[in-house]
């Protein structure tokens, strides 16, 4: 009996259908080889047909619940080798990380298979932190990596300099000046993971790429859109990606533990808008401390966000303009869709309606907002996940603001407090009002029972002051002292 074995055809469609049932990519899931004890490599050449020893292919078969693997192989004598549909000539995705699962998708699959077997030249998916744009793009490479001579991964995490990015790309290929040359030459799949809003040096060379003429396909993923990308209907497209059906996020929390028919469990994937990490983060909580209780948790009427995420979207708000920030602090004041009009005249500072516009575009462009079509205007909110972050970014600057007033004496400290009312627009309701009473929790950890005394002087150096340097100072002094009697 051979000590090596390969797949058939039929086979391989068999252990195909059994990873889709648990989530797994073909060559991505790094469970699946750890659980088969090999490698990567190895599980790469078992889905191209290729000999592998016996019990490794035993084991990568068991590893996805296959216990009769003689059904998976192939009982031919030949030595040729099943050309299956992730084979290669070259391949160096070193860098490409591992995802734990994947689920659904189909739609978008189909849509960037269509529009890169079509003529495509460069693809961007674009997506807020959490929503699968790197696990999609793995998927992907999945189903049409054999249709490339070449395929490469780079992750701009790890590369400082469009330069650095270049010099890693033609280290694959034979010297050559140019690396337009090497994309005209032969038909490779290249994908730059990460593009953030800061990596302005990447513009020339992603321009470049979309404009000349070559038979190769350049994915991007980012959380925003380049803004040097001109989207057209031949050559350059934009994947904007949004969370899981609520059927694709049912079998995420399935293979997290839960049965899919809790109650809360529609209103839990609504809450946290179908993000896969998001959704992921929050499962082992619900299990542990509510014991599975979706309703349990719901009734807390909270959002909880993992660090990991939270890090993601704090990192995404640092980046933003002073306007930018300013328009999120304002909707999460709000906490409901608000229209331009509306928005524009909540602005401490009259700005130029055309800039305000534009902030409000790069925002949406960001995956930041959500848009609500009404009968008369446009409006937008937040997402709940970013409503979190906002509002706690939010509420820290404003407690260092009133803690270094409070130690200085000098207003000038005051920058948020000034120019926004945390107390949301059109109530007054300030016992029950959630900004205020978290930033006021926050100042009675440090000050305790002397916060109102504490806050007292801040109103003397507010005296003879102008409106515009005053702002909203006093009325946001004036509301936590209020709920402090309450």
């Known amino acids: 009996m051979s000590n090596s074995l390969r797949a058939s055809t039929a086979g391989l469609v068999i252990v195909d259908k059994a990873r889709l049932r648990l989530g797994w990519t073909k060559t991505s899931t790094a ?11 190895t599980l790469r050449r078992f889905w191209q047909g290729d000999r592998i020893q016996r019990e490794i292919f035993i084991a990568i078969c068991e590893a996805v619940g296959i216990s009769d693997w003689e059904a998976i192989a192939d009982a031919s004598s030949g030595e040729s080798a099943i050309i299956a549909d992730i084979s290669t000539p070259y391949l160096d995705w070193h860098e490409a990380p591992n995802v734990e699962s994947f ?38 490479i999945d189903r049409i990596q054999s249709q490339f001579n070449c395929l490469i991964w780079k992750s701009l995490q790890s590369t400082p300099s469009v330069d650095s990015l270049i010099d890693s790309l033609l280290a694959n290929f034979e010297p050559s000046a140019d690396i337009i040359y090497h994309l005209q030459k032969q038909r490779c799949l290249i994908i730059l993971d990460g593009l953030e809003a800061d990596s302005s040096i990447y513009n020339q060379f992603i ?19 380049p803004k040097t990308i001109e989207i057209d209907n031949k050559t350059v497209y934009c994947l904007n990606l949004k969370g899981l059906a609520k059927t694709e996020a049912v079998e995420l929390l399935r293979s997290r533990g839960f049965t899919g028919k809790e109650i809360g469990l529609s209103a839990l994937i609504h809450l946290y808008r179908g993000n896969p990490l998001a959704l992921k983060l929050v499962t082992p909580l619900i299990q542990l401390v509510f014991g599975g209780n979706i309703a349990g948790f719901l009734t807390q009427n909270t959002l909880v966000i993992g660090d990991r995420l939270r890090d993601i979207l704090k990192q995404q708000f640092a980046q933003l303009s002073d306007l930018e920030q300013d328009i999120l602090y304002w909707l999460a004041i709000w906490q409901e869709p608000i229209a331009f009009a509306r928005l524009q005249t909540h602005l401490f500072i009259a700005i130029d309606p055309a800039m305000v516009l534009e902030a409000i575009m790069a925002l949406e462009r960001r995956s930041l907002l959500e848009k609500w079509i009404g009968t008369a205007e446009i409006a937008f909110s937040l997402q709940p996940l970013v409503m979190k972050v906002v509002t706690d970014e939010l509420v820290e600057h404003a407690t260092t603001e009133i803690q270094q007033v409070i130690e200085t004496q000098d207003l000038r400290h005051f920058q948020i407090l000034r120019t926004h009312w945390l107390l949301r627009p059109g109530t007054d309701d300030i016992a029950g009002d959630r900004i205020l009473h978290q930033l006021r929790e926050n100042l009675w950890r440090v000050y305790g029972a002397t916060l109102p005394q504490t806050l007292e002087p801040i109103f003397l150096l507010l005296k003879d002051k102008s409106p515009l340097a005053i702002g909203y100072i006093a009325c946001n002094l004036a509301a936590i002292i209020q709920q402090l009697s309450i």
């Open 103 to 140: 689920y659904g998708r189909n739609q978008e699959l189909t849509q960037l298979e269509q529009w890169i077997f079509g003529g495509c030249k460069l693809v961007a998916i674009v997506g807020i932190g959490g929503i699968g744009k790197t696990a999609l793009t793995l998927a992907l």
């Open 31 to 41: 469970r699946w080889w750890v659980d088969a004890h090999t490698s990567r490599a």
């Open 207 to 225: 321009q470049k790429i979309s404009r000349y003429q070559h038979q190769s396909c350049i994915i991007i993923t980012s959380r925003e859109t």
